[in-house]
């Protein structure tokens, strides 16, 4: 019987509790990938939430990622003693929400830009992504927008983010692309975009637009294969820019109605070219809504909704979809809102606040 050195003993046991520890480790590695990957699986499963906030003709698009991370479109007006801000907070706190991460600055205008400083002194935002300084200089109210963001910004409590046509904005479980910013839009396609688009031959060459509008801070956001595409008041002739003679953007299930359905903006090209399921306008009583760019819509190849968060008084009963998908009617104004449940499959659901009716669209 031979027998094991005092030295080599020692040395198995160090050896074995070495390898103890290092399998003990491994199955911490792997439980622990396993809890994060069920985790992920999980949220998943939950939805991308929009909600479209009537803010009577302005914007105001509240996005929440399923880990509650938090990105608004645009503030609404100014004035109103807080009307949209107030707006838009009570939509936040239905959505659980007690701060807002980011908020997204489309351009300077009074219906964009104007709510920011009421907002901010509702609910605590933590970061502002724009496009950059504002061009418009000879119209008092972009002016007045413009002077009121700057005083925010020099307060040192928010952080800025100037971004550029190609930057992805730092939110996490939303892939959102800048497609257009400052006046630029993107110069290479998107991912699985790049074909020709035959609607480019529907629309006309477009007048150059020398406003705020033309710069809007434009996004194309991926949810798994879920797609949303919001232009913010992005002009036609950048449209063709984005669009002709090559689709740079491919397809979006979900089109955020640029302008707010004004005639100078959803060319055949942009709306026919990214064929969405559904357009989702964010129009007023009397602002947008215009019935030429209703009719480009309803005529879009493959769309199956207009939602509208106001029955358009312009429209008339041509030029309106049925009441069912219309958030406020003709009448008393009760701010209700749409909002849209987006799953990584594809499959979506938009909620009408006023009927509180649920339609659902699944995977195509
Ligand atoms: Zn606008």
């Not at 002016?143 to 730092?170: C, H, M």
């Not at 069912?324 to 909620?351: H, R, T, V």
Request: aromatic share 6%; hydrophobic share 35%; proline share 6%.
């Amino acid at each position: 019987m031979s027998r094991t050195p005092h030295s080599a003993r020692k040395f198995s046991s160090a050896l074995r509790t070495h390898l103890a520890r290092t399998l003990g480790a491994i199955l911490i590695t792997l439980f622990g990938t396993c809890a994060a990957i069920s985790a992920n699986a999980a949220d998943d499963e939950k939805p991308l939430r929009v909600y479209f906030i009537d803010v009577e003709g302005g914007q105001a698009t509240l996005f929440v990622t399923p880990d509650g991370q938090t990105l608004l479109i645009d503030t609404g007006w100014p004035d109103n003693d807080g009307r949209d801000a107030d707006r838009i907070v009570a939509v936040a706190k239905k959505a659980g929400l007690s701060r807002i991460n980011y908020v997204l600055i489309t351009h300077y205008h009074s219906d964009h830009v104007g709510g920011l400083p009421q907002l901010v002194a509702r609910i605590p935002v933590d970061t502002f992504i724009d496009h950059g300084d504002n061009r418009e200089i000879g119209e008092a109210s972009t002016l007045q927008s413009w002077k009121a963001y700057q005083e925010l910004l020099v307060t040192n409590k928010f952080k800025r983010i100037t971004v550029k046509p190609g930057d992805i904005l730092p939110i996490l479980r939303m892939h959102a692309t800048v497609v257009s910013s400052d006046g630029a839009v993107i110069q290479a396609p998107l991912p699985g975009a790049g074909d020709p688009n035959p609607a480019c031959k529907q629309s006309a060459t477009q007048p150059i637009d020398q406003t705020e509008n033309a710069r809007s801070l434009g996004i194309f956001i991926t949810f798994g294969n879920l797609k949303i595409l919001d232009l913010g008041d992005l002009t036609s002739d950048k449209e063709m820019q984005l669009m002709c003679p090559m689709n740079k953007l491919g397809k979006a299930a979900i089109y955020i109605v640029s302008h707010h359905g004004s005639p100078n903006s959803g060319s055949p090209a942009l709306v026919h070219g990214v064929e969405p399921r559904v357009a989702v306008m964010d129009n007023s009583a009397k602002k947008g809504g215009s019935p030429s760019a209703w009719e480009i819509i309803k005529h879009s190849p493959h769309l199956e909704d207009i939602w509208q968060l106001h029955f358009s008084i312009e429209g008339g009963k041509d030029h309106n979809a049925p009441e069912e998908y219309i958030a406020n009617p003709d009448g008393p104004d009760a701010a209700n809102y749409l909002l849209l449940n987006g799953n990584s499959d594809g499959s979506f659901s938009i909620f009408n606040s006023r009927t509180q009716k649920t339609k659902h669209y699944s995977t195509r």
